[in-house]
């Protein structure tokens, strides 16, 4: 079946690292691609998606890139900060269907 | 404000007490999800409804209920509460989906324990 493998954690880092939390999927045809992000405390909140091959999703300096051909979604930041700190979570929506499959998420701690 | 709600936020109770979880959203979603969040295991689906008395089981249904009498309202009915059912749960919605599936929207999450 369809699903979402992402890097386990915790990942942690000094500020102003570069970040990357890698995430491949098992999915038929052409699903959509996101990368939600939970505050401590909070609930889900969408941080960026792709709906196609090629696409990149990009928002608040993190970026990921649709990549069909490794069947992966890897979230990059080019500098973190304290204010990152949080859990990662990679998921898809298959074309054939509404429902959100989720990876295990990456809890990231950055360290001033 | 567009969001989703979710009463109660913390809850603690006792096996086989009959409670109720509610969701609410007003962004006049047709798609209402519930998932429960454990550790090392991500979220999964509980259940889900594509749109009013249209309700289907998702990954983990076993133990609950869920009704969909109006298109705001998607509670989540734990009719015997077991200490398996200590979670974090998220209630979440959206459009239905196309091309270029919606965002789903979450709730602030029910932390519940059963004792």
């Given at each position: 079946g369809d699903s979402v493998t992402q890097m386990e954690g915790p990942v942690t880092l000094s500020e102003e690292a570069f970040l990357t939390i890698n995430c491949t999927y098992t999915a038929t045809g052409y699903p959509s691609l996101f990368w939600y992000v939970q505050y401590p405390g909070e609930g889900l909140q969408l941080l960026l998606k792709a709906t196609k091959a090629d696409d990149k999703g990009s928002n608040k300096g993190f970026e990921a890139t649709y990549r069909k051909e490794t069947t992966s979604f890897h979230l990059e930041k080019g500098s973190v900060q304290v204010s990152d700190s949080a859990v990662y979570f990679c998921a898809l929506i298959p074309a054939y269907t509404d429902k959100l499959i989720f990876g295990t998420g990456t809890r990231l701690q950055v360290f001033p | 404000e567009a969001q989703v709600t979710q009463n109660p936020r913390y809850l603690?109770?006792?096996?086989?007490?009959?409670?109720?979880?509610?969701?609410?959203?007003?962004?006049?979603?047709?798609?209402?999800?519930?998932?429960?969040?454990?550790?090392?295991?991500?979220?999964?689906?509980?259940?889900?409804?594509?749109?009013?008395?249209?309700?289907?089981?998702?990954?983990?249904?076993?133990?609950?209920?869920?009704?969909?009498?109006?298109?705001?309202?998607?509670?989540?009915?734990?009719?015997?509460?077991?200490?398996?059912?200590?979670?974090?749960?998220?209630?979440?919605?959206?459009?239905?989906?196309?091309?270029?599936?919606?965002?789903?929207?979450?709730?602030?999450?029910?932390?519940?324990?059963?004792?």
């Open positions: - | 603690i109770t006792v096996t086989g007490k009959k409670l109720t979880v509610t969701c609410s959203q007003n962004m006049n979603h047709e798609y209402m999800s519930w998932y429960r969040q454990d550790p090392g295991l991500g979220l999964r689906q509980i259940y889900y409804s594509m749109n009013v008395e249209v309700t289907d089981k998702g990954d983990v249904p076993e133990g609950y209920k869920v009704s969909r009498k109006e298109k705001r309202n998607f509670p989540l009915i734990l009719e015997s509460p077991s200490p398996n059912q200590t979670s974090l749960y998220f209630c979440a919605s959206s459009f239905r989906g196309g091309q270029g599936k919606a965002e789903q929207f979450f709730g602030p999450g029910t932390r519940l324990t059963v004792l």
